[in-house]
Nanobody
Framework: VQLVESGGGSVQAGGSLRLACAAS????????MGWFRQGPGKEREGVAV????????YYTDFVTGRFTISRDSAKNTVYLQMNSLKSDDTAVYYC???????????????????WGQGTQVTVS
C-alpha cells in the first residue's frame, strides 16, 4: 500500500492550494484517511480526517472554515483544499491511511498505519 502526495508549493498569505493524496494497493472505500502536518520546530499535528465510506469529515479548530477534505472514490484519491492560507500553515503535509475497518476517525496518528512521504507547503 502506498500513498503519494502532490500539490504542495509556495503561496502568498491569503492564497490557496489543493493537495492530493493518491492511494495504490488499497481501495479507499471504507477507511479513515487524514491530513497531518509538521511545521518548523513543531510536533506533527492533525489537520483534517475523512471517513471515505460516507464522507464524514472532521477538522481541527485552526483550519475549520478554511480547509476542506474530500475524496474521489473513482480516482482512489483524497484531497485537501486549503484557502485563506496563513504563514502559520507553513509545514510539511502528510497523508495517512488506516487500512483497518471502522468509521470512527480521529486525529490520533498512531491508528494510521500507512503514510505518504509528505509535501512542503510554504506560505509567505
Amino acid at each position: 500500500v502506498q500513498l503519494v502526495e502532490s500539490g504542495g508549493g509556495s503561496v502568498q498569505a491569503g492564497g490557496s492550494l489543493r493537495l492530493a493524496c493518491a492511494a495504490s494497493g488499497h481501495t479507499i472505500s471504507r477507511n479513515c484517511m487524514g491530513w497531518f502536518r509538521q511545521g518548523p520546530g513543531k510536533e506533527r499535528e492533525g489537520v483534517a480526517v475523512i471517513y471515505t465510506g460516507v464522507g464524514n469529515t472532521y477538522y481541527t479548530d485552526f483550519v475549520t472554515g478554511r480547509f476542506t477534505i474530500s475524496r474521489d472514490s473513482a480516482k482512489n484519491t483524497v484531497y485537501l483544499q486549503m484557502n485563506s492560507l496563513k504563514s502559520d500553515d507553513t509545514a510539511v503535509y502528510y497523508c495517512a491511511l488506516r487500512t483497518g475497518a471502522g468509521s470512527r476517525c480521529t486525529f490520533d496518528e498512531f491508528v494510521y498505519n500507512v503514510w505518504g512521504q509528505g509535501t512542503q507547503v510554504t506560505v509567505s
